[in-house]
């Protein structure tokens, strides 16, 4: 299989250079040496590419060595990567090394090494970033956060059963001065991510986040009672504007606190009941109804990541025009 992904990306790397694609999205491959060197160029060549998106895409370090060697030719500035084996500084530099880079995600990594002698300083203009809670320590340390002074928008990401701890929130958000946007999302499917001491998780984001102008909580198991704490603690940060309180196992009762500090005027409170989204629905307090885990979330600024598909499915590089690598 590897051989036949070397030899495809080899064939096509000069018609990926003069098309017009504008997104390539890449599920699930295994690219050896050759083909992650290949792949790299052939990306960074492709003049309208503003958005790349790679999930389960194992690669080996020529892909980082490749992409950072010409990333001044790559006009990339949406990059999504979820699943991989391994982040490392030299990788991470690769990465950020994309000049025209402003919104990066980075989704549940398999290790994270420190020690390959790379340190992450020069600063970049990525100004919306997506990570894991768990992953906020480890990302840090390689310097993730040094490397990306500019963040405005911050998308921390939790998985079934994890709590959502107040010193994650201030390690996370306190290096960013330009912070107006926080995004705190759970596990829409399993719908157990929880938030267990309100009190701490406000005062940690007042403390971290002073120039907060917009609060996203979704698919957090809140109930009426945390909600509440929520709403009344957050609406006395000074900057901030606007609460969402997403799919957080809210009911009808909460509505009249919601239309009382919705009439103060300082802050707006848009509530949706239940516990997942339903497609469509944008009032300001709407009770929600389950949903198969097919269903989409919430449409956000920055690209989702899909849930895995099918394994017909999953190899396949999706293009204006589909380019597809299925097993020979």
């Known amino acids: 299989m590897s051989s ?8 096509i790397q000069p018609v990926l250079s003069h098309h017009q694609i504008e997104k390539v999205t890449h599920r699930e491959a295994d690219l050896g040496s050759a083909a992650s060197s290949h792949y ?12 790349l998106c790679l999930y389960s895409v194992e690669l080996s370090d020529e892909f980082y060595l490749t992409m950072a060697s010409e990333a001044s030719k790559s006009k990339i500035q949406t990059l999504s990567v979820k ?38 300083t020069r600063p970049t203009s990525v100004d919306e970033l997506t990570v894991d809670g768990r992953h906020v320590i480890s990302l840090w340390n390689l310097g993730l956060h040094a ?20 010193d994650i929130i201030t390690m996370a958000c306190s290096p960013f001065y330009h912070l107006t946007h926080l995004q705190i999302k759970g596990d829409k499917y399993r719908l157990s991510t929880t938030l267990n001491d309100p009190v701490s998780f406000c005062d940690a984001v007042k403390t971290s986040c002073p120039r907060l102008t917009k609060l996203s909580v979704l698919y957090i198991t809140l109930k009426n009672e945390k909600a509440a704490e929520v709403i009344q603690l957050m ?50 307090s709407i ?30 590089l999706h293009l204006d025009t589909t380019v597809e690598f299925m097993r020979v």
């Open 83 to 120: 699943d991989v084996s391994m982040m490392t500084p030299r990788r991470l530099l690769s990465i950020l090394s994309l000049p025209r880079l402003q919104s990066l995600t980075l989704r549940d990594i398999r290790q994270v090494d420190i020690d390959d002698g790379e340190t992450l």
């Open 40 to 51: 790299a160029r052939g990306l960074c060549f492709m003049p309208h590419l503003r958005s």
């Open 287 to 316: 009770p929600l109804k389950r949903q198969a885990p097919h269903t989409q979330s919430i449409p956000q600024d920055g690209p989702e990541i899909p849930e895995k598909q099918s394994s017909q499915e999953s190899r396949r």
């Open 4 to 11: 036949f992904l070397d030899n495809t990306i080899h064939s």
């Open 147 to 166: 490397s990306c002074p500019q963040v405005k928008k911050l998308k921390l990401n939790y998985q079934d059963k994890e709590n959502v701890s107040s």
């Open 235 to 284: 609406k006395t940060h000074p900057h901030l504007t606007s609460i969402d309180l997403i799919g957080c196992h809210t009911k009808a009762d909460l509505d009249p606190l919601v239309s009382e500090v919705n009439s103060e005027g300082k802050v707006t409170v848009t509530v949706m009941h239940g516990s997942t989204y339903r497609e469509g629905s944008s009032s300001q």
